[in-house]
C-alpha cells in the first residue's frame, strides 16, 4: 500500500489538531472531552490515541511510524 500525499508524517508523537465546526446557523459548544482512534489496517482493528487540552485546542497524539509499510 502507498500512502496518500496529503497525511501526516509516518512517525510516532505525531499530534494532530482536533476541532468541531456547526452548520449554516448553528455554533456549537465548547469541546470537553474529544477521542480519536486510528485504524492502519483498513479498520480491522483500532488503537485509542491520546487525548489531551493545550492553551484551549484539543488534540491527538498518534503512534504510527510503522502504519505505511
Known amino acids: ?3 496518500p500525499q ?5 512517525a510516532d508523537g505525531t499530534r494532530i489538531e482536533l476541532g468541531a ?3 449554516a446557523g448553528y455554533k456549537p459548544g465548547a469541546l470537553t472531552e474529544v477521542k480519536l482512534s486510528p ?3 483498513e479498520g480491522g482493528t483500532w ?6 487540552e493545550h ?3 484539543w488534540g491527538a497524539t498518534v ?3 510503522g502504519a505505511w509499510r
Not at 6 to 10: A, E, L, R
Not at 47 to 52: F, H, L, P, W
Open 6 to 10: 496529503d497525511i501526516i508524517p509516518s
Open 47 to 52: 488503537k485509542a490515541a491520546t487525548t489531551a
Open 39 to 41: 485504524s492502519y489496517d
Open 21 to 23: 465546526t456547526g452548520h
Open 63 to 65: 503512534n504510527h511510524a
Open 1 to 3: 500500500m502507498n500512502p
Open 55 to 57: 492553551a484551549g485546542k
